[in-house]
């Protein structure tokens, strides 16, 4: 678990900001996975992305919300002109291959919108 | 429409008994099933999983057995310690390139 990195740990942003949630996955793994669970929800997926591709973007909204997986650095997924609906804690996870036996998810983006 | 389900949403067990949990699925093309572990402001922790070539995978106190039949997997944690108290949530794919999907978990609580 400690091996996904991700920050920052909680964010605040007013409404009508923008929100950047950075995972690191861990070494040799170029498969990320972003998550996001709302209170007395489960996780809910949003996007997949493989080193530079997005790979399944089905669960990510359609407007406002982007993720991209570059060769360098980490995978960020970006919420503009947030809204209180976007509050949520965002989880990454990362898996060595595509079959994603096993998904190690890092400790989580907790976003908060006021 | 919810593909995994986990209906239970807490459960209250004693120190040194048997823990159950339960998750049922719709989709007939999940082949591979997990359960993960979480605790508050942390991520969730791979625990166990199986293959649907297996209706049993046993690790230590932990045991997943999956009925393909009726679509059901369960989780026992036998015997239930305090430090197993947390959200556990059943989680299943499609071999391949889909993603995990995830129930909306379970939590228990184990009480000395």
């Known amino acids: 678990n400690a091996g996904v990195m991700q920050n920052p740990r909680h964010l605040v942003r007013r409404r009508g900001q923008e929100a950047r949630l950075r995972c690191s996955p861990m070494k040799g793994h170029s498969h990320v996975y972003w998550y996001r669970q709302l209170p007395e929800e489960g996780l809910k997926f949003m996007v997949y992305l493989q080193k530079e591709n997005i790979i399944d973007e089905s669960g990510m909204p359609k407007e406002r919300f982007s993720a991209e997986f570059p060769k360098e650095g980490p995978s960020i997924l970006r919420i503009q002109q947030v809204v209180r609906g976007d509050s949520a804690a965002y989880f990454c996870a990362s898996s060595r291959s595509q079959e994603n036996t096993e998904a190690f998810f890092g400790q989580g983006t907790r976003l908060t919108v006021v | ?112």
Request: glycine letters at 6%; a positive charge; one cysteine or more.
């Open chain 2, 1 to 112: 429409d919810q593909q995994v389900k986990q209906n239970s949403p807490s459960l209250s067990v004693q120190e040194g008994r048997i823990s159950i949990l339960n998750c049922d699925y719709t989709n007939s093309m999940f082949d591979y099933f997990l359960w993960y572990k979480k605790y508050p402001a942390e991520g969730p922790t791979f625990l166990i999983s199986i293959s649907s070539i297996k209706d049993k995978n046993e690790d230590g106190r932990f045991t997943v057995f999956l009925n393909k039949s009726a679509k059901h997997l369960s989780l026992h944690i036998v015997p239930s310690q305090p430090g197993d108290s947390a959200v556990y949530f059943c989680a299943a794919s499609a071999r391949g390139n889909t993603p995990l999907v995830f129930g909306k978990g379970t939590r228990l609580s184990v009480i000395a």
